[in-house]
């Protein structure tokens, strides 16, 4: 485990929840967060995320929005981004930037290699 310092959140103890509707991919996702001691709910649709979802329950809502139509998916961050304005959201839309801190503009529907997945994954842990 990473040692916290003064000027940087500890993302190992947070809780994520993965709303990913490819249950390979949200596998591998889920098993990188939980390796590195991230507590993980994965969802298969925004459906079953909207259930798990309560509001300030998780620090990060991963976000897989090529999957998803725009704005359905648009209209389950505008939700929860009123209910629980300090939640944060990534949104995962493939390459060439993996991650999206924003909501994406394009959103494109390439799919990624899970060993890439993981490389963005720690290069986004150790910025965090």
Not at 107 to 113: D, F, I, P, Y
Request: aromatic share 10%; hydrophobic share 40%; net charge positive.
């Amino acid at each position: 485990m990473v040692p916290q310092s003064a000027n940087r959140p500890n993302v190992y103890s947070k809780k994520v929840l993965l709303i990913d509707r490819n249950q390979p991919t949200r596998d591998v996702r889920a098993s990188v967060l939980r390796s590195r001691g991230i507590e993980v709910q994965a969802a298969d649709s925004l459906h079953a995320a909207r259930f798990l979802w309560q509001p300030n329950l998780f620090h990060f809502i991963l976000l897989d929005v090529r999957r998803h139509l725009p704005g359905e998916a648009l209209e389950f961050y505008e939700r929860v981004r009123t209910a629980s304005p300090k939640e944060h959201f990534v949104f995962l839309v493939g390459p060439p930037a993996y991650l999206s801190l924003t909501w994406p503009d394009d959103v494109t529907a390439t799919e990624k290699e899970p060993q890439q997945w993981a490389e963005t994954i720690k290069r986004f842990l150790a910025a965090a």
